[in-house]
T-cell receptor, first 116, second 112 residues
């Protein structure tokens, strides 16, 4: 199983809603990532969890709250989002997430989020 | 800081044409270099990689050679297919997967 599975595939929410994005991998990877991708742009790193601990937070607003319940699961809790937060949210995983420069990322298909 | 510059798209070619997508990088050390591809409606997937100078990465008919002297990692394919239509991202890594630096992406459309 070399897949990263994300749910839901599409999400529409209002600015007062609370919702969660979910990500799962069963490759035994110890690092998991959230990226945000706007149309026609490269992915931008938001958070990294390494061995279930938050290791990188790229100054993301607190209306985005990540959670890593175990080594296979990663959630992104959303609250009071703004229309400019509409984007494709990608989850990724890698084997170790440490300093091995040749380590590759495995991406999920993403959640297309629209904030109204 | 470290950065990746890709040729601007979009690029439109006919089927069986030769493809080159240029990629150059700036880095303070000796990075690993990658090409990721994003097909419509999907996430990114690794296409090929090279970890040191003069290495050639190859996959699915695509090739790229790590050129330290020109700080380049151009993507080539001899005969493109409609199914190669996608967005291609060049990327470098100096500090592991947690610090992957992406180029802006090049959208490729192949017409039958």
């Amino acid at each position: 199983d070399t897949e990263v599975t994300q749910t839901p595939k599409h999400l529409v929410m209002g600015m007062t809603n609370k919702k969660s994005l979910k990500c799962e991998q069963h490759m035994g990877h110890r690092a998991m990532y959230w990226y945000k991708q706007k149309a026609k742009k490269p992915p931008e790193l938001m958070f990294v969890y390494s061995y279930e601990k938050l290791s990188i937070n790229e100054s993301v607003p607190s209306r985005f709250s990540p959670e890593c319940p175990n080594s296979s699961l990663l959630n992104l809790h959303l609250h009071a989002l703004q229309p400019e937060d509409s984007a494709l949210y990608l989850c990724a995983s890698s084997q170790e997430g440490r300093r091995a420069t040749n380590e590759k990322l495995f991406f999920g298909s993403g959640t297309q989020l629209s904030v109204l | 800081g470290d950065s990746v510059t890709q040729m601007e798209g979009p690029v439109t070619l006919s089927e069986e044409a030769f493809l080159t997508i240029n990629c150059t990088y700036t880095a303070t050390g000796y990075p690993s270099l990658f090409w990721y591809v994003q097909y419509p409606g999907e996430g990114l997937q690794l296409l090929l990689k090279a970890t040191k100078a003069d290495d050639k990465g190859s996959n699915k008919g695509f090739e790229a050679t790590y050129r330290k002297e020109t700080t380049s990692f151009h993507l080539e394919k001899g005969s493109v297919q409609v199914s190669d239509s996608a967005v291609y991202f060049c990327a470098l890594s100096l500090q592991g997967a947690q610090k992957l630096v992406f180029g802006q992406g090049t959208r490729l459309t192949i017409n039958p």
